[in-house]
């Protein structure tokens, strides 16, 4: 049974920093695109970062350019997404995501986390 359980989430100030982990179990981790996506309340789901299997290339969405870094350690089954500079628009549900290549979409995802909050104070 595939398992993705996120940590990391909370509250911090605008401004702030936060760095998300995930962690997997029961499916061959290098062999597997990592990603984050998030949700806010009454909004779709939406990509945020993957990366490829090596980690040699990474992807993000637009509004998270040059604040968020997606990383993966391959021997830990551990994928982190560490988030600078946050705004309140920040504020959602984030999604740690498997398949088997990286992807922006979230229809096409394999695997899910089941989510860990952050929120982003003004």
């Known amino acids: 049974q595939v398992q993705l359980v996120e940590s990391g989430g909370g509250l911090v100030q605008a401004g702030g920093s936060l760095r998300l982990s995930c962690t997997a179990s029961g499916l061959t981790f290098s062999s597997y695109a990592m990603g984050w996506f998030r949700q806010a309340p009454g909004k779709e789901r939406e990509f945020v970062a993957a990366?490829?299997?090596?980690?040699?290339?990474?992807y993000y969405g637009d509004s998270m350019k040059g604040r968020f870094t997606i990383s993966r350690v391959n021997a830990k089954k551990t994928v982190y997404l560490q988030m600078n500079s946050l705004k309140p628009e920040d504020t959602a549900v984030y999604y740690c995501?498997?398949?088997?290549?990286?992807?922006?979409?979230?229809?096409?995802?394999?695997?899910w986390g089941k989510g860990t909050l952050v929120t982003v104070s003004s």
């Open positions: 995501s498997a398949d088997s290549g990286p992807t922006t979409i979230a229809s096409r995802i394999d695997y």
């Open positions: 990366i490829n299997r090596s980690g040699g290339s990474t």
